[in-house]
């Protein structure tokens, strides 16, 4: 199954900054996802990232908040923009391993002060 | 829409204890069933996947089952140890879509 590198593990960010997540996965694949764990909670889906084309957002999530790249089929990036205490969570990529399941980027934990 | 509940919210047990945790879901109509495990802040690690068409999965200590008909999963965890403390999660995969449960926080005491 793929392994995913993701960066940074943790974060401490001031309001009003932004921060941008880094997921590198070690074999080619076609979508990867982006997901939010707040505090206490399971993971939301944020968006699917596809490359060469525009991430495709679930409700409740724009992207102007949370810009994607996806500039080939290896690499993606998050970026959570204008944060505020609210966005204090662990962000996880994710990609489909098809008969291997679903495998996860390690998280990084962000915390907005 | 596809719910996924998970039953204990917390479990806390004595090393050596063998246990069940449940996972159920609404939807019947998945492609699989997949169970992680959580350390405190970091990613989800992949544990046992089982495929719509299958019942069980087992690797070394650990056997998930799946019966779709009744919308239940469970893992068994037997001779827990202490390194088995963390959050487990099930998800179900439908069509480019997983959906999780908030997951079972277990410690298991020395």
Known sequence: SAVISQKPSRDICQRGTSLTIQCQVDSQVTMMFWYRQQPGQSLTLIATANQGSEATYESG?????????RPNLTFSTLTVSNMSPEDSSIYLCSVDGGIYGYTFGSGTRLTVV | ??????IPAALSVPEGENLVLNCSFTDSAIYNLQWFRQDPGKGLTSLLLIQ?????????????SLDKSSGRSTLYIAASQPGDSATYLCASGGYQKVTFGIGTKLQVIP
């Open chain 1, 61 to 69: 999530f724009v992207i102007d908040k949370f810009p994607i790249s």
């Open chain 2, 1 to 6: 829409k596809q719910e996924v509940t998970q």
């Open chain 2, 52 to 64: 719509s068409s299958q019942r069980e999965q087992t690797s070394g200590r650990l056997n998930a």
